[in-house]
């Protein structure tokens, strides 16, 4: 049986032929295949197989059709026709044949139920190939299916007219493959034959008077069958023979005539056909052929004679049909002896009843009738005369037939000798009109005899004739015989040849001349027939005055333009042939009175007006003579493309005319123009194009009038005002087109593949069927249109997307111009595709569409009449006439016209219904949406009733004109007319661009697949179109079907992902989060089923596309291409998604060099991924090597992107993997200015490392900076990351000083940069709109870089720079680092320009201030450098105290900012003053003083910062030397001044700032006044201790720490409250200790303040609360900043909170690594989860330390938490449920990977005690599991070390000893992956031996163990893996050699040999197919359901065990 697995392409499709098998294969086939119910199947199909719907049937079984059928339950008959291929041809095979015997009434039941649903080809044959199956079978079935086909032949039941002919063609080729399948069997059944036979008959009969083609069909099935089984022709006959044939089953004689009379007279051997059974010429061979033949012959014609010409009724001409075979083989001898004798009789006696049955014998037979003919005239005559005009008509055919088989002049002329005697009365007085009408039209049907070879007799019978004819003219008077004369003279002058009458010319003459308006145009008509005999013309030169004449007067009177268009004809042949009459029509200006203006005769709007045969062929010949015969005349008129135009679409036009005889004519015309004038034919193709657009209106203006399609003409005999069908277009087209000169040219050949595709020519769902029929046409001439096309497809791609294609404003038009798209691409895809490509861009408007505004999209989707503004603002209604009654109340839409009606409408209904349909209409196409609004103008026009009432009122602003608001309104209505007007134009053009790139990729998905990337870039961005998002998607979704075949199935749904990431935006992070690990074993499978229902289609495609490349590896280029932006967009998320590990999965397979991949855009996203979530960087980093060994040299520029990225690992990530560059590996990189200056940038980056892998990849690209590097470099100092902008600020500094000459230039662009970005001085700006504060921020870096580089030239530039716009920067950050930088300047000049940078800063200080704020914010830099230029005075230089003075001035500026600089600057001034005796005491007397008594803050401030600065500048001992502590120590003890002891805090915060650590052993002595101070009465005393608490504490080390934490500690234990309050805010304020020493006391710090949180004194827990806040403030991570709330609420009340937190850890998606603050909140959490009872919370737990470990960089951060960590660990290692066994494994893991072994020492042998203990297996388990992910990260040295004592384990003597260490084997292969398959050889042996262990619990877990080794080394391992089987089974089998399951019944160890061979068949039944037939020779696997059957070559039988 087909393995259900199977993919679709392994299962033969339905077009397919099913090969005839014989019998011994298909029983080997059944025997070999199991067998399945079929009565199931049945069941199914016939429930649902009356519902089917071809139009329905989607989709194809990828299995066989018995899998299907059970397991998918899918519909039977609403299939496609594929699927119904796929049921009917696979059916049978599987089915038992006594299955079959029961089934067959249901089977033969089901078939027949198909009758009217199958018609579509594919299924029809399908069916065709079950009953050929089934008859073969099953004797049963015949039966039943015999009998339902006699039955429903008999009654077919109701079916549609529309299927009622194919149900009866079906039923006769169902009856042909039964007897010629079962024929035998049938045959010898009389009764079943026999009604079989009539069967066949009665739908015969009827068929023969079908349409042509089902006629066609339904002989050529029964033909075939005879033909194939010749044997059932005699009981045929025999059959008919004994069984009366009547006339509804008369039909069954055709297939036997055929057969008889050609098939077997064939055979005999003798004279071919018919010849050899009339002559009897056949050799003696074929006697008995004959003789059959004969026999055949002689009953049928006697049946024809009884049935048909002695037949009492009338009978049917199909009667008549039914014989023709046989009429067509009757020669002289039985016509003259049994069919004439006959038919003269029946013709003489009832004549009504035989006469159409005698013309058809007359017409079917070959013979010639000239002895016959005048025998039967006089009967025909009389029935000529008869006084029924149908018997007439019947007779005249019949005298007409008997004519064109006379070939004997003689007897022609005794015809028309009798006719003339009737009329001359001697068979009695011709008294009426019509009898003597009959007369003269059965002599005109004399004249269509036969006259072979040169027939001197024949004109002069024809001469005798006409001139009789003429003779009688002169003789009657009646209108009615006349014009039946002149009828008959036209047909005779036209076979007189040049014996033609001599009164011919003056009979003509005259008659046109004197007769009246109907004699004279049947005149003309008379010699238009004439014409035909060129002679004639000859004779008729005179006339032409007369016709030229008719001419005028047709022009001048619309009543005479037949006449004139007859008079035109006849005078232009005459002149083709007469010089002189050429000639007189130039004199007489014929020409130009028939083509001036609007051409009567010549112009498509006569058509119309003609309705008469005749007449249009007529105009036909007209046309064909004048473009012919007078092109020259016409040329030289004043209109002369008009004219040839006119008569060209007059020509075409006459091509699809509803008459076929005309339609035949205008073939033959214009094929006759390609023979002679190519020009002609240029000019036709150009009259169909011209003349398609108004059918196309014609067809527009039927759908809106019908408000459905329009309706073309039901048949080709329809109306001529109607629309003709597309069949007659196309048939016109073909005639037109269908010469090779048209594909000869490239320029003609694309519009013949327009016209071909047009709708009206190409109808039906396949627009490409008369193009195929021009190429084959094309083809027979030997002309190739494709190698036309290749040839200049440029040419091809302009005209299909020109003015008449896709940029057409006509819809048709653009639809067909799309259909011809597809038909390129699938002629000549590959030299199409690109320049279609590039000319859809140019039509497409992709430009003007991106360029549009909100505004113009707004007002393109306002309702027209309606301003944009108004769109939805409703204003209550105006009332225009106080005497007229109307509602005040109603809301109406400004502009809305007020019905004056509406006292009369209800109540409720809503004023602005008149601006609905305009309303709805938005969104719409722009042509309903104009409808929309022109109907709603309607209506509210409609509404104004009383105003056009005489007498009305009318408003005021009506009767003086209007006012200028309405006039303002209606311009600015006209204006966004204007502007919808365009955006509809844009919209057509978009949406006609991406229709036709959707239908060229579906057109050839075979060729589209490899564009699929380029195509899903043009597409995509119109995704998001305000225009075409739907067509975009329908065009999006056609592409998709251009997906490789794993793919296909998904295309729906990778279209849908596409668009739904495009539109997501920043929502698809959240659309997308990680699952919630809530509800593992309390969910169960409930949860997972749910979430499986939530996912969206985009994790659907991830799947999709994961599971094709688990199945066959990595998918083609193209189709990666299609689908990454998909995986671009999610992997661009803001966070971690649950899609990202699949996604880059399928990455990892997706990176071969040799493939055209989109690698930049990889390589940047991953970039991106790498910054977002920094655990990836092991699975990023080999990902981003491969990428760019597929690097081009042009792409080197794009791989360095990651060297701007903000983190450090991104960047170190780049510049690891551009060194596997081919092109930069082999010092061949093109030199590039972006790649230099990258590469440049990044030799200075911040981290040391980058540094040196930079400068490594410098060396590796070989080229120089260049001067040019400015401009690159500058644009990095505008990136938004610090360390970037540091790089690019050095990288900058060192090009300058690289290239000197380059640094006034340098500077200059970064003064330009800094003027470009910086903010408007304006208030309205805020700080937070201020977004380039990056870049004014890189200048300030690249000026301080640049320090030592600048020279005194460029200072005064610099400072003045500086001064006028740097210093007064809004941002303070700006600010900062603009100070920096000019203090590092002058810290490097100023030394040597002290002179020329001092008056420019004292200018400045001396200037008046315009803006108080800017100017105290250059103030403060100005300070800074006037300190940091003072300190390169002389100390005795006067000028020091100046500037001192100055600094000390400024100290009261109440900004802390300027206070702060200048207690910078101090310091450098200190040993100035120290010079000067008691300068010192005297300025820190000064400063405590102000700092102490001062009642201004920033003075008191402002002393503080400078008591700092003075004591750092004089030294530590000034402390002491000066009392300064003292000081302050009496200040905080001051209990009447707070502002005393606010000012000593002051002074505490500010010596620790500034003297950092060399302030620390003063801190012990200040801590106690800290703790006092905290609970000080006054506010800003307590503020000032926390910030002098949290400056202290920031600035001590390590010792520091330990020094005052155990006084701070046992604070805490403290009764007094307030004491412990100051202990816990103490401790908060160490949170701002510095980072390293954060690792040190927060793991103290933060346990205890938890414990103080349940303290009893509300002030105490507030305090912990605040100080634990303290900690979250410091932590530096913000994703754990984000969620400090949380985690605090967690800590304070861990029962209630625990779990929450633990689903917002799991939930966050890290970027930044985990600081020492982070871990003090997260640790506490995470150590009581693992205390939990819940597994689900133990799980989490164990989930976040693994996490954990790689989000810390420095893990020593982590060693103080250990004790705390795995206890717990250790348990929930150890845990019953087994998924958290799984994740605490992978914990321990992630920490010995990141911390270590030497941290864990006894970890390795506790796990190797716990899977050797005797407790329980789950404790085994998990510690085995726990190992395996150990020694996974400790590597395989250490393994190696390991396995031997492993593997001695296995075999140890104690069973649970065992049992743990083959357990361990089961995890190993998951952890190592590939790299343990080179352990197999060691470890499988042990494992094979314990699948014989005497004890249970060993053999499940070696079998277990086994089971994993298989499934992952299955394939790759393979020889390996069968080696050590082969070796064990050997063993087990007795060491007889033999393969083990042919030898399993001795074995020793039966059971054990079972499960071993279970292990082994379950491990290789979950491969997937594709590696199943890799390792096909080793193993085959079919698989049915579950059931699963394996074979393995016997190594010592010969024969396959099973």
Known sequence: MVDASAPASEVPAASEPVHKESGSEAEANAEALPVIDMVPILELAEARVCSCSVKDRVGVFDASISSALDSKAVDVASAAPRLASLIFQTLPIYVDPVDVASAAPRLASLIFQT????????????????????????????????????????????????????????????????????????????????????????????????????????LHAVNEML???????????????????????????????????????????????????????????????????????????????????TSRERPPHVASEAFAPLLQA????????????????????????????????????????????????????????????????????????????????DSIRTMFAYLKGVLAGKEGKLTSAYQKVGVYQALRALSSFSAPGPNAMAPAVAADVAEFLMGAYAGDTNEEVLASILSALGEWLARTARQAPAATSAFVTARLAKEKETLRRCTLRCLRLAFRNPHVREKLVPCVDALVTLVKSGVSKPTMRLDGVYALLLAASVAALDLGSEEKLGKEKVWQLVLQGDPPFLSTSIVPKVTAEEDLLALLELVEVVL??????????????????????????????????????????????????????????????????????????????????????????????????????????????????????????????????????????????????????????????????????????????????????????????????????????????????????????????????????????????????????????????????????KLKLYGAELDDDDDEEPPSKPAPAAAAPAKKAIGATPAARTAAGAKAGAGRGAGKKDAAKPGAKKPAAAEGGKTAKEEAREALLLEEEGVRERVRGIQRHTGVLVRALGAAAAANPAFSHDQLPQLVASILPFLRSPLIPSQAFDALALVMRCLSPALQPFSWEVASALCSVSLAGERLAEQLKEESVEGGEEEGGEGKRRRRKEESVVDRVVRA???????????????????FPIFERVLRAN???????????????????????????MISVLYH??????????????????????????????????????????????????????????????????????????????????????????????????????????????????????????????????????????????????????????????????ATWHSREGVALAMRAAADVLTTKELPLVATFLISKALGDPNEEVRRRMVEAGSAIINRHGKENVGLLLPIFENYLDRKADNEHSYDLVREGVVVFLGALAKHLAPDDPKVSLILSRLLEVLNTPSEAVQRAVSDCLPPLMPAIS??????????????????????????????????????????????????????????????????????????????????????????????????????????????????????????????????????????????????????????AMAFCAPRQLSHCLPLVVPKLSEVLTDTHPKVQAAAHTSLQQVGSVIRNPEIAALVPALLDGIANPNKHAKACLDLLLQTTFVNSIDAASLALIIPIIHRALRERSSDIKKRAAQIVGNTVSLVTDHSSLLPYLHLLLPGLKKVLLDPHPDVRTVAAKAFGSLVRGIGEHEFSDLVPWMLQTIGSDASSVERSGAAQGLSEVLGSLGRHRFELLLPDLLAGCSHKVATVRDGHLTLFKYLPLSFGAPFQNYLPQVLPAILDGLADENESVRDAALAAGHVLVQEYAISSLPCCCRQWRRVCSATAGGSGRAPWSCWATCSSRWQARQARWCWRVAVTTRAPAQRRRAGRFWTCWGWRGATRCWLPCTSCDRTCR
């Open 1475 to 1628: 010079l000067k005796e008691g300068g010192a005491q005297a300025l820190i007397s000064q400063q405590l003083k102000a700092l102490l008594t001062s009642d201004r803050f920033a003075e008191r401030r402002g002393a503080a910062f400078g008591l700092a600065g003075v004591v750092k500048g004089l030294g530590l001992r000034s402390i002491r030397d000066h009392g300064v502590l003292q000081a302050l120590v009496k200040g905080v003890e001051d209990k009447s001044s707070p502002k005393a002891r606010e000012g000593a805090l002051f002074g505490f915060e500010c010596l620790s700032e500034k003297l950092g650590r060399l302030f620390e052993p003063y801190v012990i002595h200040i801590l106690p006044y800290l703790l006092v101070c905290y609970s000080d009465q006054a506010t800003p005393v307590r503020e000032a201790t926390v910030h002098a608490s949290r400056c202290i504490m920031g600035q001590l080390s390590a010792p520091g720490v330990k020094l005052i934490l155990p006084a701070l500690l046992k604070g805490l234990e403290e009764k007094a409250w307030r004491s412990k309050q100051g202990s816990v805010q103490l401790l908060g």
């Open 1169 to 1330: 991924v790498l910054g977002r979530v920094r655990i990836y960087h092991a699975r990023v980093q080999p990902i981003l090597r491969e990428l760019c060994r597929g690097l081009k040299a042009d792409e080197i520029g794009g791989a360095l992107e990651g060297l701007f990225a903000e983190q450090a690992h991104v960047r170190e990530a780049c510049l690891e993997a551009v060194k596997y560059i081919p092109t930069l590996a082999a010092g061949k990189a093109p030199q590039d200015p972006y790649v230099a200056c990258a590469l440049w940038m990044a030799q200075y980056d911040p981290e040391p490392t980058n540094a040196e892998a930079a400068e490594m990849v410098w060396d590796m690209y070989g080229h120089q900076l260049g001067s040019e590097y400015a401009p690159n470099l500058i644009i990095s100092l505008g990136n938004q990351s610090q360390e970037v902008r540091l790089a690019a600020a050095e990288a900058m500094a060192a090009a300058m000083d690289e290239y000197r000459g380059t640094i006034q230039s340098s500077l200059s662009s970064l003064f330009s940069l800094y003027v470009r970005d910086a903010p408007p001085q304006t208030a309205m700006w805020r700080p937070q709109d201020d």
């Open 330 to 409: 009757v020669r002289h001898d039985d016509f003259k002896g049994a069919l004439f004798p006959t038919a003269a009789k029946m013709l003489k006696r009832n004549p009504e009843l035989i006469m159409d049955a005698v013309g058809y014998l007359l017409s079917t037979v070959t013979l010639d009738l000239s002895a016959y003919a005048p025998e039967l005239l006089p009967t025909l005559a009389l029935q000529a005369r008869h006084q029924n005009a149908a018997t007439r008509e019947e007779a005249i055919a019949v005298v007409a037939a008997a004519a064109k088989q006379c070939s004997d002049s």
């Open 115 to 218: 009758l009217p649903i199958y018609v579509d080809r594919r299924s029809q044959a399908s069916v065709e190939r079950v009953i050929v199956k089934a008859l073969k079978r099953e004797t049963a079935f015949v039966k039943a299916f015999a009998g339902a086909l006699v039955q429903a032949c008999a009654k077919p039941g109701s079916v549609s007219a529309s299927v009622a002919g194919l149900v009866r063609y079906k039923l006769l080729k169902w009856s042909c493959l039964l007897l010629r399948e079962r024929g035998d069997a049938i045959v010898g059944v009389r009764a079943a034959f026999s009604r079989l036979v009539v069967a066949q008959g009665t739908l015969l009969t009827v068929a023969l008077g079908d349409e042509p083609r089902m006629k066609r069909a339904s």
């Open 227 to 309: 033909g194939t089984v010749p044997s059932l022709a005699p009981p045929y006959l025999a059959e008919v023979k004994s069984t009366p044939v009547t006339l509804t089953t008369v039909g069954i004689a055709h297939p036997l005539l055929t057969y008889f009379l050609e098939t077997k007279a064939g055979e005999a051997g003798g004279a071919t056909g018919a010849e050899g059974v009339a002559n009897g010429t056949a050799g003696d061979g074929a006697a008995a052929a004959l003789d059959i033949a004969s026999e055949a012959k002689t009953f049928f014609l006697e049946t024809y004679s009884k049935l048909v010409l």
């Open 628 to 889: 012919l015969h007078h092109s020259a005349s016409v040329s030289s008129g004043h209109a002369a493309a008009v004219s040839t135009n006119e008569l060209c679409r007059l020509a075409v036009h006459l091509l699809w005319h509803p008459l076929s005889s005309v339609r035949k004519a205008a073939h033959t015309m214009v094929a006759r123009f390609h023979a002679i004038s190519p020009l002609l034919s240029d000019s036709l193709l150009d009259a169909l194009s011209l003349s398609l657009p108004p059918l196309e209106d014609l067809a527009a203006a039927a759908a809106i009038s019908t408000g459905d399609a329009p309706e073309a003409a039901a048949s080709p005999e329809a109306a001529v005002d109607r629309l003709p069908p597309p069949q007659l277009l196309g048939q016109a087209l073909l005639v037109v087109a269908g010469t090779g000169a048209v594909a000869e040219r490239v320029g003609v050949a694309a519009r013949v593949m327009l016209l071909a595709h047009h709708k009206l020519v190409a109808g039906g769902r396949r627009r490409d069927v008369v193009w195929q029929e021009l190429i084959r046409a094309w083809q027979r001439r030997a002309y190739e249109v494709a190698a036309t096309l290749a040839a200049e497809p440029v040419v091809v791609a302009k005209i299909l997307t020109g003015p008449v294609g896709l940029a057409s404003s006509r819809p048709d038009q653009a639809d067909a111009a799309i259909a011809a798209i597809q038909s390129a691409m699938r002629l000549i895809p590959s030299e199409f595709f690109q320049p279609l490509v590039t000319e859809l861009e140019a039509v497409g408007q992709r430009k003007e569409h991106d360029a549009l505004t909100e505004s113009e999209i707004k007002i393109f989707n306002t309702p027209e009449g309606m301003l944009s503004a108004e769109d939805g603002v409703y204003v209550a209604a105006v009332v225009r006439d106080k005497n007229v009654r109307q509602s005040r109340g």
């Open 1135 to 1161: 966070k971690k998604t649950r899609l990202h590990d699949s996604i880059l999965s399928i990455l990892e397979l997706h990176t071969s060099p040799f493939i055209s991949l989109p690698r930049l855009a």
């Open 1105 to 1123: 596309v994961w599971s094709a490349c688990k199945e066959g590896g990595s998918l083609p280029a193209a189709t990666f291409g299609a689908v």
